[in-house]
């Protein structure tokens, strides 16, 4: 068991770092990955990196080719939009239902991991609050009770999780993200599901003046002309 773990361990290690390391910019858009070099860098066998590629390839970071190797690849600002437009849905559909079929225990679970987002809210660690928040998320995709939803959900946010990491980086972004947290279950403890619906669809759905400041963020990261400014009705990730 302590092996399995030690193993999962590294393959997120090297996960995180190589995401990091897409989204920020210092692996470039059509690099080549270098399979013998990640496995000096990180001190790990072949194994670990393979899985760690593996799950970046389902996030959509990386692009195997066959007889060619893995690469780099991004994702568009206008393919961007329109993924986290669905996802916003998807989360309000998740807390819709959660709101009518989540029992005492359930709820209990996500007061518990609004509890540990507060808690990492106030260290100002972006990677551990977002660990925290990925934990508050599954419970109430899992208290929906439609294990087709969640599966659909879980997958477009794998693949968007980069994207989600980054935006945390703006300035106040971590205390917006608890409170809307925080309003969240506030309407789950109610048994209001169409407010736990539309607070956990604007949770995914920022508009306006914060969409060009994770646009400026995200351009500064990749070194990259920013694009012009989007209108208000634009929408783009929240964590």
């Known amino acids: 068991m302590k092996s ?6 590294r393959v997120q290690q090297v996960r995180d770092q190589l995401e990091d390391d897409i989204v920020n ?16 860098r990180f001190g790990v066998s072949r194994t670990p990196v393979r899985e760690a590629l593996q799950q970046l390839e389902i996030s959509g970071l990386v692009a195997v080719q066959p007889k060619r190797g893995t690469f780099v690849t991004q994702i568009g600002i ?3 939009i329109e993924m986290f437009e669905v996802m916003a849905e998807l989360e309000a559909m998740c807390a819709r239902l959660a709101a009518r079929r989540a029992t005492a225990v359930v709820l209990h679970e996500v007061e518990d ?8 809210c106030e260290t100002q660690d972006i990677n551990a609050y977002y660990y925290a928040n990925e934990e508050f998320h599954r419970l109430i995709y899992q208290a929906c009770g439609n294990a ?8 477009l946010k794998n693949r968007l999780k ?3 990491r980054l935006q945390l980086q703006l300035r106040h972004r971590m205390g917006q993200s608890l409170q809307e947290h925080r309003e969240i279950v506030d309407a789950l403890q109610r048994g209001d599901g169409e407010a736990a619906a539309q ?20 351009s500064t990261a990749l070194k990259t002309p920013a694009p012009l400014a989007w209108s208000a009705a634009a929408t783009a990730p929240a964590a």
Do not use: K, W
Not at 27 to 34: C, D, N
Not at 113 to 120: D, G, K, V
Not at 206 to 214: A, E, H, I, K, T
């Open 199 to 218: 607070t956990a669809r604007q949770h995914v759905l920022v508009q306006g003046q914060r969409f060009n400041d994770l646009l400026s963020l995200a």
């Open 4 to 9: 399995n773990r030690s193993a999962s361990s």
């Open 113 to 120: 991991a609004l509890a540990a987002c507060a808690l990492q």
């Open 148 to 155: 087709f939803l969640v599966q659909q959900t879980l997958a």
């Open 162 to 164: 980069p994207y989600r």
């Open 78 to 80: 206008a393919e961007l």
């Open 25 to 40: 910019g210092r692996m470039r858009p059509g690099e080549q990955v270098q399979i013998e070099q990640l496995m000096e």
